[in-house]
């Protein structure tokens, strides 16, 4: 999957706090949605254990499949920097429009664009809100997925098709 046009709207990254119920809320995810492995928490070995177990459900739900970080898992493609960045897709993180710049320089397929609005990922962070967030997304000629504090009813406040989350995504069934 490599077509920039077709990248999926609705995306569940990882996260040690959301291991627990990781399972059902992929099971829950609609078919062609996106899954972020991140799971920095794990040693190498377990890491690895805990992507294959996860990708082969993401996958058995016709769900893209993206690693964070370097290596050669067999996912669908990658998220971070550019030097982690490995075959399939390039999935980078932006704060600004900096470095909305220099993830579109390096090629990035897609930029998870945060935070948009409080999150626990980031407490006290400063946030784009919905109008700083739509006035970046909108320059970019790549996806932009919004990121950040994110849930079903805070991407309908913000009307955009693209988002994802960790917390916002965790137990509930997305429709």
């Known amino acids: 999957m490599t077509n920039r ?5 609705l995306w569940l990254l990882s996260d040690d706090r959301n291991d627990a119920g990781l399972e059902s809320a992929l099971r829950n995810l609609p078919q062609g949605s996106g899954f972020v ?9 377990a890491r690895r254990e805990r992507f294959e ?15 964070s970080g370097a290596g050669d898992w067999g ?4 998220y971070g920097p550019p030097e982690c960045w490995g075959a399939g897709l390039k999935l980078a993180t932006g704060h600004n429009g900096d470095e909305i710049d220099t993830a579109l320089a390096a090629g990035a397929d ?8 409080p999150t626990r990922s980031h407490p006290g962070a400063p946030m784009l809100g919905v109008m700083g967030f739509r006035v970046l997304a909108q320059q970019s000629p790549v996806p932009v997925i919004a990121l950040g504090g994110m849930n079903r009813a805070r991407a309908d406040e913000l009307d955009w098709p693209r988002w994802g989350a960790i917390d916002g995504l965790a137990s509930t069934k997305v429709a």
Not at 5 to 9: F, G, K, N, R, V
Not at 53 to 67: F, T
């Open 75 to 78: 996912a669908d493609g990658h």
């Open 5 to 9: 046009q077709t990248l999926p709207l």
């Open 37 to 45: 492995f991140r799971h920095y928490h794990l040693s190498e070995a």
């Open 53 to 67: 177990a996860l990708a082969a459900i993401a996958r058995a739900c016709n769900q893209v499949v993206i690693l």
């Open 110 to 117: 897609g930029i998870f664009l945060s935070p948009v609005f």
